[in-house]
């Protein structure tokens, strides 16, 4: 199987703070990660691409000063979402690219952030 | 951007019942996937069809896709309550793996 977790499921912070969410893949290596973002009943929307050792790729649109994105091994990428305001409240999701004869996108279970 | 379309936006059927959910793309693709998720969780990936292939089984569910119209369709056959939640369609592109993603059927299966 293919397993990526994510980390915390939820969390709760104070406009102006900043929260760290990790994605990790668990028993596969992937070099790509991506981080998308899902409002109420809507559908994903692609924040970024995460690429091991080298800066990520952002969707147009996407401030890439207020996501920060870390993808510093094999099996690790984090979003940072600083000065948060309510505005970012969403469910934030990962998925971690598995190279092989499907190349198939392992998606984890997503971080509810809300910002008071 | 948003590349997929689904249709319908809900669906209610009954167990037992089959439920089919249609899915159309704008731009040429390199692969297309469904996905399933439950209320406010992650993402479960159902079955992946490459542009080159036309149909696809895996279980209850078939999967068609037709290039010439840019749609494709998930057929779930025989539904169960278990089966409730909304499905995505996302396509990938030849410059790419990053996902498009539809805007999703919303499933309903009653007992």
């Known amino acids: 199987g293919a397993v990526v977790s994510q980390h915390p499921s939820w969390v709760i912070c104070k406009s102006g703070t900043s929260v760290k969410i990790e994605c990790r893949s668990l028993?596969?290596?992937?070099?790509?990660m991506f981080w998308y973002r899902q409002f109420p009943k809507q559908s994903l929307m692609l924040m970024a691409t995460?690429?091991?050792?080298?800066?990520?790729?952002?969707e147009q649109g996407v401030e890439k000063d207020k996501f920060l994105i870390n993808h510093a091994s094999l099996t690790l990428s984090t979003l940072t979402v600083t000065s948060a305001h309510p505005e970012d409240s969403s469910f934030y999701i990962c998925?971690?690219?598995?190279?092989?004869?499907?190349?198939?996108?392992?998606f984890g279970p997503g971080t509810r952030l809300t910002v008071l | 951007s948003q590349q997929g379309e689904e249709d319908p936006q809900a669906l209610s059927i009954q167990e037992g019942e089959n439920a089919t959910m249609n899915c159309s793309y704008k731009?040429?693709?390199?692969?297309l996937q469904w996905y399933r998720q439950n209320s406010g969780r992650g993402l479960v990936h159902l079955i992946l069809i490459r542009s080159n292939e036309r149909e696809k089984h895996s279980g209850r569910l078939r999967v068609t896709l037709d290039t010439s119209k840019k749609s494709s369709s998930l057929l779930i056959t025989a539904s169960r309550a278990a089966d409730t939640a909304s499905y995505f369609c996302a396509t990938s592109s030849n410059s790419g793996y990053a996902l498009n993603f539809g805007k999703g059927t919303s499933l309903l299966v009653t007992p």
């Open positions: 028993d596969f290596q992937a070099t790509t």
């Open positions: 998925s971690a690219l598995k190279v092989d004869s499907t190349d198939t996108q392992y």
């Open positions: 995460s690429n091991e050792g080298s800066k990520a790729t952002y």
């Open positions: 731009t040429s693709i390199n692969n």
